[in-house]
Nanobody
């Protein structure tokens, strides 16, 4: 059974850093598009960034230059390094995995992804 488990969330002051991890089991995500999303209460889940099968990445404008996603195929793990965090980055963060190599279609569309984790909370205080 496919399972994605996020970890690494927590509370940090503005300007700080966190790195999220997403371990995938029961499904070989190597070579497939994987993404990060976030959601706050009462708002739609929004795309943060994605990485496709060949390692190309794309990000939302709101996090570009501050967040970096990467993957370790040997560990079947996805990462999201978050720097210069802002209070508006506070949200539940989710990882997601697709079954195609490229992330186009668009990358931030939730329908692009077949499997989702349960999320990890990130709270940034001012």
């Amino acid at each position: 059974q496919e399972q994605l488990v996020e970890s690494g969330g927590g509370s940090v002051q503005a300007g700080g850093s966190l790195t999220l991890s997403c371990v995938v089991s029961g499904y070989t995500s190597n070579g497939y598009c994987m993404g990060w999303f976030r959601q706050t209460p009462g708002k739609e889940r929004e795309g943060v960034g994605a990485i496709d099968g060949d390692g190309s990445t794309i990000y939302a404008d709101s996090v570009k230059g501050r967040f970096t996603t990467s993957r370790d195929n040997a560990k079947n793990t996805l990462y999201l390094e978050m720097n210069m965090l802002k209070p508006e980055d506070t949200a539940m963060y989710y990882c997601a995995a697709g079954t195609t190599s490229d992330c186009s279609g668009p990358w931030s569309g939730k329908e692009k992804y077949n499997y989702w984790g349960e999320g990890t909370q990130v709270t940034v205080s001012s």
